[in-house]
């Protein structure tokens, strides 16, 4: 296969970073290149060197001026939800029985889910996102179209036949044992298949009945490598609610805990309102909690508290997410943007070092990947995006004065979308331009 040589700035991370002058704390290289064969990146440095030593034969494309970073990572999203997107409602629990659960019913059906699957990738990859993690609907149709396109695609996607088994309508509805049955039947159809990678996903405790849970539980001991994702207190009434279904919990988290769910590759959708206890639970598990801010604004559901969980003397391992389709944008820099309001709102800030490291290696880190993606470093696959922060005029003329890398990463932040992806490249391959 011919290497690869692409050109341009280069920003990747390191650690988390501390403050806005943290320069420790990511590796940028304004002439930089990336050398790519065989899907994953072979070296990563100056244009200068990396081209000296680049084989005979390489191709190079040159990105100059626009910055190079590690493909955007969603850590929560609903492939089924893509046409309920922007749908009124007053509250969660009434979103999803008005629009969502209707939706999702119709992914029983494999040509509507193989269509859908289409537009799923095009969209995130549009974005600059090259890993999500996915609920598919409770038909392992779903699963199978959402895998299928995945490795088509040749991307590294998470994903899950959601499980769930009461307060759903019945085309939504599996049972204890098929729900255990058709999910293991995924994890042997795809884990592993190409880049996939299959997630136990029960839906969340409303919809799971103790039975189902208690099955969820054998497939998380048969699986112990596998993410298992779900959702947590997201909004007051759903607490309740679920709180009520469980009386002998010490709370939502609580559930999760005594069926074995708590774990460091539990992804726990929102997060919003835990107590200390809660908290700390997850904490000591090292559990994620994933941060949905244009979902948690669009619903009303509340204010993430993220630099108190993170100050915590038990700090909570973070990610963000857009979650489509209580999410109203698919992309990463909309997500950011809403995350540094929400922490404006609660008197804390968010400077955009923090929002880039964690829409890249951060969410890798949360879902114990960063051996393989949200990095540029040499040996990992070769997912990374192209960005442009004068795409727009507005964005253009903003540039004439930006000072520092951080102002550039905050007005992408604040003014991009889609638009300032130029291109989009899963394991070395072109994808927003050519599909």
């Known amino acids: 296969m011919t290497a690869t040589l692409i050109r341009g700035r280069l920003l990747s991370f390191l650690r988390a970073p501390e403050a806005i002058d943290d320069t420790g704390s990511y590796t940028y290289l304004a002439d930089g290149a990336l ?59 009434e979103w999803l029985n008005t629009y969502t659960f209707p939706e999702e019913c119709r992914f029983v059906e494999s040509a509507h889910a193989e269509r859908i699957a289409g537009h799923f990738f095009d969209e995130f990859f549009r974005n ?13 149709t779903s699963a199978d179209a959402f895998f299928a396109e995945s490795l088509r695609r040749g991307s590294l996607m998470i994903g899950g036949k959601v499980m769930m088994d009461r307060n759903a309508p019945q085309g939504l509805l599996d049972t204890p044992e098929t729900g255990y049955d058709e999910t293991r039947q995924v994890i ?5 298949k190409g880049r996939n990678h299959v997630a136990i996903t029960p839906r969340f405790a409303i919809t799971s009945t103790p039975e189902q849970m208690a099955m969820t539980q054998a497939l998380a001991e048969e699986f112990p490598d596998l993410h298992i994702q779900t959702h947590l207190s997201e909004n007051r009434d759903e ?7 469980y009386p002998e919990a010490k709370d939502y988290t609580d559930i999760y805990a005594r069926y074995g769910l708590l774990g460091a590759k539990s992804l726990f959708g929102h997060a919003i309102h835990l107590s200390d206890r809660e908290a700390d639970a997850m904490s000591e598990a090292g559990a994620v909690a994933v941060h949905c801010p244009t979902s948690n604004l669009f619903l009303g559901s509340g204010l993430f508290p993220m630099k108190s969980y993170q100050r915590r003397e038990k ?24 995350a540094y309001k929400i922490q404006q709102l609660l008197g804390e800030r968010l400077n955009p070092l923090e929002s880039f490291h964690l829409m890249t290696r951060g969410n890798a880190e949360a879902l114990s990947l960063v051996d ?19 795409a727009t005029p507005a964005m253009r003329l903003r540039m004439e004065t930006v000072k520092s890398l951080a102002d550039e990463l905050f007005l992408l932040q604040t003014l991009g ?19």
């Open 35 to 93: 050398l790519v064969a065989d899907g994953r990146i072979a070296a990563m440095g100056t244009h200068d060197d990396v081209s000296a030593a680049a084989p005979q034969g390489t191709v190079e494309i040159d990105h100059r001026p626009h910055l190079i970073l590690p493909g955007l990572i969603d850590t929560h999203v609903h492939f089924p939800q893509m046409q309920v997107i922007g749908s009124y409602a007053a509250n969660l629990l």
């Open 128 to 140: 600059g996102t090259t890993t999500a993690v996915a609920y598919c609907s409770v038909h392992k």
């Open 188 to 192: 042997a159809d795809w884990h592993g």
């Open 239 to 245: 607490i309740d609610f679920t709180c009520s279904l």
């Open 315 to 338: 700090p909570l391992r973070i990610a963000v997410a857009t979650d489509i389709g209580g999410g109203s944008s698919y992309s990463m820099l909309k997500t950011l943007d809403e």
């Open 372 to 390: 393989r993606i949200g990095t540029l470093e040499p040996g990992t696959d070769a997912d990374f995006v192209v960005l442009n922060a004068a």
């Open 417 to 435: 979308d889609d638009r300032s992806v130029v291109e989009t490249y899963v394991a070395g391959r072109a994808m927003k331009s050519t599909g």
